[in-house]
């Protein structure tokens, strides 16, 4: 059975690279729809499925009314919402198997956006002037695949012909290929992991299997956090056991690791299990030495290098009271059941007793923010052990057992499914 992918993309100005797409997908196979997000017109040199006019009416704007106003932002800005809302009632609808769009810089924000709108491993493709740059914006927690374009997209040549042509054939490779079967349906847990807290993580992760939970591990890297707020958000997660908040530290030091002001936004909001742990809020990550800010090396701050392209830098007392308040903060608007778990004895493996990391005094700053801060009735659980230990990993399961048990998640897992 033929599959329909859904191109998307700005016909006005890139209507010819859009065509050579639809062609090249065609002679695969494959059915056609496409979605016009160019705030200026169209094109005539394929069917346009769906033009701006009905992208922008899916939020109640006039595209006349913006054209009149000749304010290319607020077209976008505009263009940026609606496009989601229709893709994703699109899919929902069955109206198609994959997606695929070309762009630049805006136009790559607008066809992710709606890409971001679809679920997990639904076939996602974007031709992008910006791919070889960071493009965490872009994908976020999302599976976005993401071609360079090398030359700009901006017309035919013999290196977009290439480019386009071997798009073509990744996205139609992702559709025909039918994933493996799931399995048993196992009720899912979302961990979170670093390299400094390894050991703990994969004795939770054993234990949680030995009791019939699939765990998913994410590494803390900006990236593995977005994408497992996702995954809560998408509704497919029946517990979050958050070992690893190391994220925000980089959040309020610019480390390159951050996982933005969303993170641990996700379990309370859709009222799923909650355990957070202050797991490597010890350090903020940096590239090689010589990529610490000049704010940082003037101040004279602790720096280990992990290896050559990774530096870590110690957080001090204030930083460490700021996540305190944020972590209480955002327990205290969960929906669902929550509890923090505390290290005494260190919150990565160099925390510990003795080893460079080990600051009492910063810890302490951040366990007292969050006790000054959290609502009664949070359990804050405070043990006298790294984080790696053995026995705190059994706690942290323990706890983790235990917030699963106040909630029934056979609703929940069947609503998500639904």
């Not at 006349?64 to 607020?74: F, I, S, V």
Request: charged letters at 20%.
């Amino acid at each position: 059975m033929p599959k329909t992918i859904c191109i998307i993309g700005a016909f006005d100005t890139k209507g010819e690279d859009h065509a050579f797409l639809r062609q090249e997908l065609l002679k695969l196979g494959h059915q056609v729809l496409t979605i016009n997000v160019g705030a200026l017109g169209t094109t005539t040199l394929f069917p346009v499925d769906f033009e701006a006019s009905t992208v922008l009416k899916s939020v109640g704007v006039d595209l006349d009314q913006l054209r009149a106003q000749g304010d290319k932002g607020a077209a976008m800005k505009a263009l940026d919402r609606g496009a989601p809302q229709l893709v994703q009632e699109l899919y929902e609808q069955g109206k198609f198997d994959g997606i695929i769009g070309m762009g630049g810089s805006a136009g790559s924000a607008i066809i992710s956006s709606a890409m971001r709108s679809l679920p997990i491993g639904l076939p996602k493709v974007l031709v992008s002037t910006v791919a070889s740059g960071d493009v965490s914006f872009y994908v976020r927690g999302k599976d976005i695949a993401i071609i360079p374009s090398i030359v700009d997209v901006t017309g035919l040549n013999r290196i977009s012909r290439l480019i386009y042509a071997r798009a073509a054939g990744a996205i139609s490779g992702m559709v025909q290929n039918a994933p493996p079967p799931i399995g048993a349906d196992r009720p899912i847990i979302t961990a979170s992991m670093f390299g400094n807290t390894t050991d703990c993580v994969n004795t939770c992760v054993k234990a949680l299997s030995d009791k019939g939970f699939e765990v998913l591990v994410f590494h803390a890297t900006g990236a593995g956090g977005r994408a497992m707020e996702t995954l809560v958000a998408d509704g497919l997660v029946e517990g979050v056991l958050d070992i690893t908040t190391t994220e925000w530290a980089d959040e309020l030091c610019q480390g390159v690791f951050s996982a933005g002001p969303e993170r641990l936004d996700a379990p309370g909001q859709r009222g799923i299990p909650h355990l957070i742990v202050p797991g490597c809020v010890d350090m903020a990550n940096f590239g090689a030495p010589s990529t610490v800010p000049e704010k940082f090396r003037q101040a004279k701050r602790l720096l280990y290098e992990w290896n050559p392209s990774v530096t870590l830098m110690r957080t001090n007392v204030d930083e460490n009271r700021q996540m305190g308040e944020i972590f209480a903060k955002k327990a205290n608007a969960a929906t669902g059941p929550v509890a923090f778990l505390i290290p005494l004895r260190g919150v990565s493996m160099l925390d510990g007793d003795g080893q460079p990391f080990c600051d009492r005094e910063a810890d302490r700053a951040m366990f007292d923010a969050i006790k000054a801060k959290v609502k009664p009735g949070i359990p804050l659980v405070e043990v006298d052990l790294n984080i790696n230990d053995p026995a705190f990993s059994a706690k942290a399961v323990e706890m983790m057992l235990e917030l699963i048990q106040k909630q029934d998640l056979t609703p929940r897992r069947q609503a998500a499914k639904d």
